[in-house]
Nanobody
Framework: QVQLVESGGGLVQAGGSLRLSCAASGRTLSSYFMGWIRQAPGKGREFVAAITWSGTTTSYADSVKGRFTISRDNAKNTVYLQMNSLKPEDTAVYYC????????????????WGQGTQVTVSS
């Protein structure tokens, strides 16, 4: 079993930055993609970013390219999402997820999920 615990959410003004963290524990995730999915009020799940265990391959939604950066520290079993130039439309609950298949993560049906952390961007 895998436990994912997010932290780092909060309230920020438009144009500001936040860094989300996701600490993983339990079984090894060496063969898993790690990533972030967000869900805004009244909307469906939206893929944000993903990264391989090695960190050599990343994937981003078009809506966040150039503004968000995903990274991981395997020594700490932690994945990060650096969010810059935040916009009000980035407001959502952000979930850390893990799955062996990138496409499953991208469509929001990952095997493992964290509890989510709220990000609110004021205009």
């Amino acid at each position: 079993q895998v436990q994912l615990v997010e932290s780092g959410g909060g309230l920020v003004q438009a144009g500001g930055s936040l860094r989300l963290s996701c600490a993983a524990s339990g079984r090894t995730l060496s063969s898993y993609f790690m990533g972030w999915i967000r869900q805004a009020p009244g909307k469906g799940r939206e893929f944000v970013a993903a990264i391989t265990w090695s960190g050599t391959t990343t994937s981003y939604a078009d809506s966040v390219k150039g503004r968000f950066t995903i990274s991981r520290d395997n020594a700490k079993n932690t994945v990060y999402l650096q969010m810059n130039s935040l916009k009000p439309e980035d407001t959502a609950v952000y979930y850390c997820t893990a799955d062996k298949l990138l496409w499953r993560l991208q469509i929001g049906v990952s095997e493992y999920w964290g509890q989510g952390t709220q990000v609110t961007v004021s205009s």
